[in-house]
């Protein structure tokens, strides 16, 4: 049975009721797991307001800020942890950014600095935060990624973002072979495309879901708790034997060639 009572997860990447990491935080608080949050923070606090309102009712005993691309913020959020719960048992990494000029158009017309800060917030992101999370990990441990199938295969206009997942996938696997030591596993899910803050800004995010719509075996795309139930899977013992692994959950669209 899938059963994460006991668990201590921390999810981070919710920005609204849209964010796969919200599909995801309401299938680990179905499974028991009990759930700390993290939020991006900005200068006016709106974020900080709208998300602990959204996730008041999975009642979070952590609510922490987590700018990725502060250190600071990054070892303040693990030492929460470590004060407040002692350790972790599941790491969600479900956030990603890359400028609008990344995210459409020739790729080769991207500039240094948006491929420096797409690569750093969507992929060195990932090794960052398990990093921070590792000592804190107990055996059985269990970090889940999300990925996308432009990582792997020329999407039109993911183009920036391709090259950030590609790398976050790599990462997975050195970090599966790390981690492995601990009885810590690591794996990503390779979601199909869902409307959300993050896919709005990828020109033509409405034609990928129309052409997964047309071509996979399913005729459909997903949507985050069918990304949640597969998070949950991965993140409990069911799943143990698993680890460095890319789960595709696109409704098929990733075995078709025509
Ligand atoms: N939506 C899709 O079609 C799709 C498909 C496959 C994979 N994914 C991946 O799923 C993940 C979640 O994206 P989403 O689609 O739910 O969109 P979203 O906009 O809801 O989530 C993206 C999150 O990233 C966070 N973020 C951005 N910069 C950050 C920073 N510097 N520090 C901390 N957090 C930061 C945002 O606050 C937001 O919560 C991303 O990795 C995305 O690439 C999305």
Redesign the pocket.
Known sequence: MLDLNGKNALV?????N??????IAQQLHQAGANLGI???PDEKGR?EKK?QELVEPLAPSLFVP?????DQQVKETFATVAQKWGHLDILI?????ADKEGLSGDFSGVSREAFSRAL???TY?LTNLVRSAKPLLREGGSVV??????GVRVIPNYNL?GI??AG?EMSVRYLAAELGEQNVRINA????????????A?GG?LE??HHVEKVAPLHR?VT?TE?GNVAAFLCSDLSSGMTGQILYVDGGYEIMGM
Not at 66 to 70: G, I, L, R, T
Not at 145 to 150: D, K, N, R, V
Not at 190 to 195: F, L, Y
Request: aromatic share 8%; glycine share 6%.
């Open positions: 981070t990447g919710i920005a609204n849209r964010s796969i990491a919200w599909g993290t939020f991006l974020y998300v987590c700018d990725v691309q502060n990494h479900c956030l990603a950014f750093e917030i969507s992101s990624t999300l990925s996308y199938i432009g973002m950030a997942k976050l899910i390779s979601a199909g495309p869902i409307r959300t803050l993050a896919s709005s990828v995010i990928m879901i795309t985050p990304v």
